[in-house]
């Protein structure tokens, strides 16, 4: 997965705008509110370049909640469930895809 | 051992404090992401996928067991209990928290411990031969010179927004374990016919996108010119080296670029104005630096006692030993290495409290001295023979004697897009899988020496470039794949791995991996044929042929 | 933006003049590397100081000839990330003899302070006023220096010659 921030805007279908935490490091996503959530679920989801950008450009406004801002996308799932769209967002929500030391 | 001294420890204690105001500033918005990032990576602070990730230098790859103890007190108490040793002679924490930093790096500051400039574009964390000191192959203790360059590079004011990472490795073996024909500067620490030191020096060597081997571009350096020399060569990169693609930015390229013997005129010309100045290391010195090494006071043991004679009677231990010990320059002493490869768990993971036990051993057997080498495993470079069997007894209970030092299974992974921001593919669930294919040990010793190296994406942390066969990950329409190379070797007879066919799936590696070794069984000519060997005299044709066309 | 001289805030006297400007009367002027090497001549009759704005993509040594004649030279850091100008500086310093002012400009910020000063710069225009503010403190936060440079400040390596190494009590108990 080519690393995202280095990537050419395309839409094809549902994303949400990603970030980490800047204090700890912690994966967050865009809110509706303006906010970040650490719940994928909490995550506003659109599905054209415009809306995603426009999210982006909010995200970057301000860089001392979140770092790092990119457009990821999603799947959603039953009910509404949103679930991460590719294997390197699975792995930032769900953590390395083996069993830890320790 | 290197002993900090009141200078040393001040300037640590400073850095802690300037790192501090940092964070401090980073947090409440006086620093932009973008004026902070330099400064953070500068003092070995990446943000990674999950958290950030903290990168501390273990120069030349020495450590005391107290500063081992730290480390697992830091996995313990910032992290979640676990360290990541990686190629480079550091140590990673993979879930540490950017408010917590600056006490984190506080704790590892008072046993002389930081991530002072293992990342950012500067001079890096200088490596060497892990079995400094201890190999009777040696013509000085490199660790000198690697020590004289880290107090040089460390905050240097004209060296610390270069172009691109400088990475600079030595060795003072002819046998090369510091892999310094891909670094982009290799010193190679040798006498001379009138019996003085000196180094011949390499440059422009690399893996990454663009994998270079260096180009030698002086045989014989005086080693009282070794600070003057290296800063022409900083000086004629940190002004001309490419600014304008970070993907063209490093010394390589430069030196590609405008030829070998065009960029030694340049530094050749900048080193006469200087060489005879400030930089020049006079006798005094040298043996300043050569004071602060404190070395062990050997016994007069002979080699061979009984203690381990009888020892080798148990087939265990026999296999452990013949794996895992290398001849010491001093009788009744061995270098011992610490497998960090168990089968089926990540390659160069240690838990603090592995950590722990090593410590102890350390103190107890080894002169309090432990090692890191490139291959992402320790070593306790001075060990009696007469202990291996106690030591064994106490690594196997710790999960840290497995007999499989340079075989298949000791592979060498980056974190791989489980932890890396930058990373395509993963590396470490692939590394486990071709470990378990291969976890008969009977059959990994029958295939003999075998480096697997893998790396996540291009920029080579696994070094795949040079791994007997390399594996590269990269990803196609949101999959990943994998690329095989054979043929790579690090070590001084350095070169690049061939590609051997089109990239396979994630799910096909193992078997794709069986089938290159199968082959190399069929193809050798004995048994003491190495697989780097047989790919060198009969190319990849063969392998292909095999590797591929059966399926 | 202030200007910061050897910590202190000072007045910037010198006009900075683009390539087509005429030169004001009697004020001083920051010309560019392209004015001074093609009317190098006429500016040294100038009754007034003139200074330099030398890019940091241009060979440093082709300012030598001119260095009689210039009252200030000013490098440039386009990003503080880009660090050419440090090296350009300390050759102007340490290699072609420079007294004069040295100026950092571009974007200079307080976590450079310490590394410009080190390579000889005794000017700073510093791009955050609340980083002026702050440069006693940056200058002050590091008493120890590894390497040499030009700058006279003693370095660790000298500093402990002469000295008994310690043999800290650790590495004793080992032996």
Known sequence: MAAPQQQKLKVNGPVTVTANRLTDGVVVWRTAEGGWSTELNDAIVVTTAPEAIALLEAAGKRDTDAVGPYVAPVILGEGSAILPGNLRERIRVAGPTFELPA | MYAYDEFDRTLLAERVTEFRGQVGRRLSGALTEDEFKPLRLMNGV????????????????????????????????????????????????????????????????????????????????????????????????????????????????????????????????????????????????????????????????????????????????????????????MRVYNQFGRRDNIYKARIKILVHEIGAEAFSAEVEKEW?????????????????????????????????????????????????????????????????????????????????????????????????????????????????????????????????????????????????????????????????????????????????????????????????????????????????????????RADEQAQLGTLLGPAVSYEEVPDLIERIVDAYLELRTNPRELFVDTVARLGTEPFKERVYEAH | MKLIENGHVIADRYVRVADDEALPEGAPVLVSADRLLREGAELARRGAPVGVVWPNNRRIEAIEPYLDQLALIALVFPTFRDGRAYSQARLLRERFDWQGPLRATGNVLRDQFLYMSRAGFDQLEATKDADADAYVDELKSYTAFYQPTGDGRPTILRARLGRVAEAPAQAEAAE
């Not at chain 2, 060990?383 to 106490?394: F, G, N, S």
């Not at chain 2, 009977?442 to 291009?458: E, M, Q, Y």
């Not at chain 2, 470039?465 to 196609?476: A, C, P, R, T």
Request: proline share 5%; aromatic share 8%.
């Open chain 2, 46 to 233: 990446y943000l990674q996928l999950h958290a950030y990730m903290l990168r501390v230098a273990i120069p030349y790859g020495t450590l005391s067991a107290d500063q081992l103890r730290r480390m697992a007190y830091v996995a313990r108490t910032y992290d979640r209990g676990y360290g990541h040793f990686t190629t480079r002679q550091n140590i990673q924490f993979n879930w540490i928290k950017l408010e917590e930093l600056p006490e984190a790096m506080a704790a590892l500051a008072e046993v002389g411990v930081h991530g002072i400039q293992t990342s950012g574009n500067c001079i890096r964390n200088v490596t060497t031969d892990q079995w400094s000191a201890a190999t009777p192959e040696e013509v000085d203790d490199p660790r000198i010179w690697a020590e004289i360059l880290r107090q040089y590079s460390t905050m240097h004011p004209e060296f610390s927004y270069l172009p691109r990472k400088f990475k600079i490795a030595i060795t003072a073996a002819d046998h090369d374990r510091a892999a310094i024909k891909v670094h982009d500067v290799g010193l190679r620490l040798h006498r001379n016919a009138a019996g003085e030191l000196g180094f011949e020096v390499l440059v422009g060597g690399g893996l990454g996108r663009t994998p270079f081997i260096g180009k030698k571009i002086k045989d014989f350096l005086p080693v009282r010119h070794l600070l003057s020399y290296i800063e022409a060569v």
């Open chain 2, 272 to 488: 006469e104005s200087i060489r005879d100045g400030a930089l020049q290391l006079d006798d005094a010195v040298i043996a300043d630096i050569r004071s602060r090494f404190i070395y062990p006071k050997f016994e007069k043991l002979a080699d061979n006692p009984p203690e381990l004679v009888e020892a080798l009677q148990d087939e265990r231990f026999a296999t452990w030993y013949r794996s895992s010990i290398a001849r010491h320059k001093v009788p009744g002493y061995a270098i011992l290495t610490v497998s960090l490869k168990p089968v089926g768990l990540p390659p160069g993971d240690a838990t603090a409290d592995q950590m722990d036990v090593i410590a102890d051993l350390a103190e107890r057997y080894a002169f309090r001295e432990i090692r890191v080498g490139h291959e992402q495993n320790l070593c306790l470079p001075h060990v009696a023979q007469r202990d291996l069997p106690a030591l064994w007894r106490a690594l196997d209970a710790a999960g840290l004697a497995t007999p499989n030092v340079n075989l298949v299974s000791d592979i060498i992974a980056c974190p791989g897009l489980d932890y890396c921001a930058l990373a395509n593919a993963r590396a470490i669930p692939v590394a486990q899988d071709i470990a378990r294919r291969f976890a008969d040990l009977d059959r990994a010793r029958g295939i003999g020496r075998l480096h697997v190296n893998i790396s996540g994406c291009i920029n080579a942390c696994g070094h795949h470039h040079v791994g007997h066969i390399g594996i590269l990950g990269v990803e196609k329409n949101g999959q990943e794949f994998y690329q095989i190379t054979i043929g790579g």
